[in-house]
């Protein structure tokens, strides 16, 4: 009996070994001192785990084989006390080369060029946005330069991992993660990365997708359901009498809507209040003047607010004539020009839409 199991387990070991690959890793750091070490490590569950240590020759070279069935996230650190790091993505079979530089003052690594690979070559752009941001007005571009590197390289493996950066913001960059899900999820289901974008987007409202049904009752008690604007333009407005930043943005709804409610455009708003006196004094101290008023006063639990997994507010969904998400928190200008656009549209009823006209007797 112990034969057999050893030979199953011979024959897995087998298998499994048949099925990795070789990959490649070498290339120069600069920048450290004299004796320093070059630590590999695969992450694993959110975890660190050491693969190899390397010494580097005079000219500060190094190689290192690594083996692995799939698209492997390693990380590259010095034996240094408080050491920076530095993310490199292999693919089975990849001969990468890279030159780097590590910054001890910063405590960061710099990849000053890179071969072999378009998810290092990735990661060495991001990385140069995040070190290139030194003043305040960098910092402030950093977000939307590193966003639209990630737009634009949706369908390299890497952008699953890199778009971590922007987590604490999720709701504003729904639209990228969604890229990023659907240009990766064919060909890397099983990514580790990859899913957590997934499982982020699970029950979350973004563009592309068709707005999910709101059916609240407004102040009077009557229900008011999101889809009997279809037709128009639309911004869901999830809001709060008690939210600062809401009632700061209230002025600028108010005259988007007076300025284009005319052409088709309305403002659905979702009230997160718990008050109705409060609510109500809100749209009358703010001049809401619309119609479409709801609330289950149950704040953060309100079902509206559920449906389209709103954390935070002030919170803007954005709808066309059809009824699909087109944007989500657009602000200021972007958001009047996007509505204006959308105006522009023609929109044909659908057929089970359209009621015909009564026979004449």
């Not at 108010?254 to 455009?265: I, P, S, T």
Request: glycine share 6%; net charge neutral; hydrophobic share 35%.
């Amino acid at each position: 009996m112990k034969r057999i199991v050893l030979i199953i387990a011979m024959a897995a070991g087998m298998c499994a070994a048949a099925y990795a690959q070789t990959s490649t890793l070498s290339g120069a750091l600069r920048g450290v001192p004299d004796g320093a070490r070059l630590v590999v490590s695969q992450i694993v569950k959110d975890r660190l785990q050491p693969v190899d240590t390397l010494r580097l020759d005079k000219k500060g070279e190094f190689k290192v084989k690594l083996q692995h069935k799939v698209p492997t996230y390693y990380v590259l650190q010095t034996t240094e006390r408080g050491s920076g790091l530095c993310h490199i993505l292999l693919e089975p079979k990849d001969k990468v080369k890279v030159n780097l530089v590590y910054f001890a003052d910063r405590h960061a690594f710099s990849i000053q060029s890179c071969k072999g690979s378009r998810n290092v070559e990735l990661y060495r752009q991001f990385n140069d946005l995040l070190l290139a941001a030194m003043t305040p007005e960098q910092q402030a571009q950093l977000p939307d330069r590193a966003s639209r590197l990630l737009a634009s390289n949706s369908d390299i493996l890497m952008s699953a991992f890199l778009v971590t950066f922007f987590e604490k913001n999720f709701d504003n960059y729904v639209s990228l993660y969604a890229k990023i899900r659907n240009d990766l999820m064919p060909k890397y289901p099983e990514d580790p990365y990859v899913k957590h974008v997934d499982e982020r987007l699970q029950g979350v409202v973004y563009p592309g997708m068709e707005a999910p049904e709101i059916a609240m009752k407004d102040p009077e008690g009557n229900e008011r359901r999101l889809s009997s604007l279809r037709g128009n333009v639309v911004l869901i407005d999830f809001w709060a009498s008690w939210c600062g930043p809401c009632r700061r943005e209230n002025p600028n709804v108010v005259r988007l809507y007076e300025k284009y409610h005319d052409q088709g455009f309305e403002i659905y708003s979702v009230s997160l209040d718990k008050t109705k006196d409060a609510w109500l004094k809100a749209i009358k101290d703010d001049n809401l003047s619309w119609p479409n008023h709801v609330s289950d006063l149950n704040g953060w639990t309100s079902t509206g607010g559920k449906t389209y997994g709103v954390m935070s507010v002030p919170n803007t969904v954005l709808v066309d004539r059809y009824g699909k998400v087109v944007g989500r928190n657009l602000r200021g200008a972007e958001l009047e020009s996007k509505i204006e656009q959308l105006l522009q549209q023609e929109w044909t009823p659908p057929a089970d839409d359209q009621t015909p006209e009564p026979a004449e007797e």
